[in-house]
């Protein structure tokens, strides 16, 4: 590839996995020689200056949330002639569904859309999602629950959809033993408190209520335990109202929107979950990273990061009862077998979802199908390798 050009299309760009995510590829590509541009449908919530000042360029196509706009095609299309990429990638399903029927006025030369989650959506997006496959080289899942569902619900024919997981930073997410100490100062936990952390928007997907119930019903350590969550969404109020209706207002922490989620996870000693779906969860790629053992919920790729058993616990959604106990079976091993959990963890991380390593899946991918395409413009249509 001659131009190196690459255009990421999210929804929006807000505290959270997937849009970390793609800010993540964004950073590691460009400084891999990469032009890039990072374009989101909505008007960023995020303070983008220190990515700005990592050479990352931002627009976006000013549209409301939840209000279609046919506007944007034509925001897009303009974008695409001036930047000229050689790769438009995007990602969720709404980026993915405009990045597809954009491309029906102006030149892409490769079209790659990644979903995120396992619900995208009822019917009608998945008819969409079908209509429109043609319009797109590749379609890629973030885990293989995500793939298979694709697959099981017609969203992607067999063949036209492959996993490419998220990655983790592992030189960002790995555990510093000052943090603990430090961290806990600030908070005002004793040394000897259990520390359990959930990282999340405040939303349904993420089922805090659930976890709120849990921690309810689940016994006090001898040296006391607390909660900490961090994140913010529309469902905070309703959140603090249960925790002080469970009675937990104690011992459960809403921290808001954290910047130091690596220290965070250096001051906890285990990490919870609670979701009723999920794609590829970066935060547990990130807890992982930072040796932490994890209970959580049994949906999406959860399971391809957490081992039942060796790293953590699985249970099933929308039961407190089953996931109380699971978090108390975990505050019972002892301190040595939970650090050998957490050890397992991230060696299952650095094999398997390395940044470095998935940023080069990624180049291999874009090259094969731009090389690919090239060929056929000469009559040389040559198939991509086993990288995709």
């Known amino acids: 590839m001659e131009n190196r050009r690459v255009l990421f299309l999210i929804t929006g760009l807000v505290h959270a996995g997937a849009e970390m995510q793609v800010l993540e590829l964004a950073g590691g590509l460009r400084r891999r020689g990469w032009t ?18 990592a050479g990352l ?12 706009d046919p506007r944007a095609i034509g925001r897009l299309r303009k974008l695409v002639l001036e930047f000229r990429p050689d790769v438009l990638h995007s990602h969720m399903v709404h980026a993915n569904l405009l990045a597809r029927v954009c491309r029906l006025f102006a030149p892409i030369p490769i079209l790659v859309s990644t979903a995120h989650n396992t619900y995208q959506g009822g019917k009608l997006r998945m008819l969409m999602y079908r209509i429109t496959d043609p319009l797109c080289e590749l379609t890629t899942g973030v885990s293989m629950e995500v793939v298979e569902s694709s697959i099981r619900r017609k969203a992607s024919p067999e063949g036209k959809i492959v996993c490419v997981p998220n990655g983790v930073n592992l030189k960002r997410f ?18 000897e408190t259990f520390v359990w952390l959930a990282v999340g928007r405040l939303a349904r997907a993420k089922d805090f209520p659930t976890l709120l119930q849990a921690w309810s019903r689940m016994a006090d350590g001898p040296s006391g335990r607390c909660l900490l969550i961090a994140g913010q969404g529309d469902d905070r109020e309703e959140l603090l109202a249960l925790a002080d209706r469970l009675g937990v207002s104690g011992t459960v922490r ?5 910047g130091d989620i690596p220290r965070l996870m250096g001051a906890s000693d285990a990490y919870a979950m609670s979701s009723l779906w999920e794609g590829m969860p970066m935060v547990l790629l990130e807890a992982s990273a930072c040796e932490l053992p994890i209970v959580a919920t049994d949906v999406g790729g959860n399971r391809e990061v957490v081992r039942d058993g060796e790293s953590g616990y699985l249970v099933p959604p929308s039961d407190p009862d089953r996931l109380a106990l699971a978090m108390e079976r975990l505050m019972l091993r002892t301190e040595e077998e939970r650090r050998d959990m957490g050890r397992r963890g991230r060696e299952h991380v650095m094999g398997q979802y390395d940044i470095d390593a998935i940023l080069s899946r990624w180049e291999g991918l874009y090259r094969d199908f731009y090389e690919a395409k090239r060929g056929a413009r000469h009559g040389e249509w040559k198939e991509a390798d086993g990288r995709s």
């Open 57 to 68: 360029s931002f627009r976006h196509l000013n549209m409301a949330k939840g209000v279609p």
């Open 174 to 191: 790995r555990k510093q033993e000052s943090d603990r100490a430090d961290v806990r100062r600030e908070l005002g936990l004793g040394a």
């Open 254 to 258: 809403f921290l808001g929107v954290r």
């Open 36 to 53: 890039v541009l990072v374009v989101s449908m909505t008007a960023p919530e995020l303070d983008l200056a220190p990515y700005e000042k």
